[in-house]
T-cell receptor, first 110, second 112 residues
Framework: EDQVTQSPEALRLQEGESSSLNCSYT??????LFWYRQDPGKGPEFLFT???AGEEKEKERLKATLTKKESFLHITAPKPEDSATYLC???????????FGAGTTVTVRA | DAGVTQSPTHLIKTRGQHVTLRCSPI?????VSWYQQVLGQGPQFIFQ???????GRGNFPDRFSARQFPNYSSELNVNALLLGDSALYLC???????????FGPGTRLTVL
């Protein structure tokens, strides 16, 4: 069965303190690995898609990377507005079901 | 450009009732997916529809059903509501040439 596990569950950072979030996935052939940002009570906001090991994508202070078993979301010099829950999701090659992890809740203190 | 829209925003029902949630995809998107998200967890896949046909179904009971209309909007129906159906229901649409799913703001369903 497809499985996505995120760690840590929660991360508290000081403004400017860089860190990384982990997403481990087990799917039947990976069609795509997705990162989303979700603010409380709102729908997930699309951030990145990664398709193959070694691929990297960047957006402002965020950078996502992909290996054959994991993906990392690096947050460089975070600001309080980066506080949110970050969700990782995997799409298998033989299905249309997107499997999500439980998310990492990031809190950035000024 | 308008994003995915969902209605209603909030809904309160009692056990045993049924509910209909609505979703309009981004213009040009033909695929719509539905997810259930309970507090503290990631979204769980319920259905995906493409060109009015069901293309995928998650591990949800038959009380959950959906359909897609010719204009690509979609409805999610839940019968015989249980307390455990209380959740944020999310709709997402995908472009014809991509795998990304773009989410709406969700409908918060509370079952009393």
């Amino acid at each position: 069965e497809d499985q996505v596990t995120q760690s840590p569950e929660a991360l508290r950072l000081q403004e400017g303190e860089s860190s990384s979030l982990n997403c481990s996935y087990t799917v039947s052939g990976l069609r795509g690995l997705f990162w989303y940002r979700q603010d409380p009570g709102k729908g997930p906001e699309f951030l990145f898609t990664l398709y193959s090991a070694g691929e990297e994508k960047e957006k402002e202070r965020l950078k996502a990377t992909l290996t054959k078993k994991e993906s990392f979301l690096h947050i460089t010099a975070p600001k309080p507005e980066d506080s949110a829950t970050y969700l990782c999701a995997a799409l298998p090659s033989n299905d249309y079901k997107l499997s999500f992890g439980a998310g990492t809740t990031v809190t950035v203190r000024a | 450009d308008a994003g995915v829209t969902q209605s209603p925003t909030h809904l309160i029902k009692t056990r045993g009732q049924h509910v209909t949630l609505r979703c309009s995809p981004i213009s040009g998107h033909k695929s719509v997916s539905w997810y259930q998200q309970v507090l503290g967890q990631g979204p769980q896949f319920i259905f995906q529809y493409y060109e009015k046909e069901e293309r995928g179904r998650g591990n949800f009971p038959d009380r959950f059903s959906a359909r897609q209309f010719p204009n690509y909007s979609s409805e999610l129906n839940v019968n015989a509501l249980l307390l455990g159906d209380s959740a944020l229901y999310l709709c997402a649409s995908s472009p014809p040439d991509g795998n990304e799913q773009f989410f709406g703001p969700g409908t918060r369903l509370t079952v009393l």
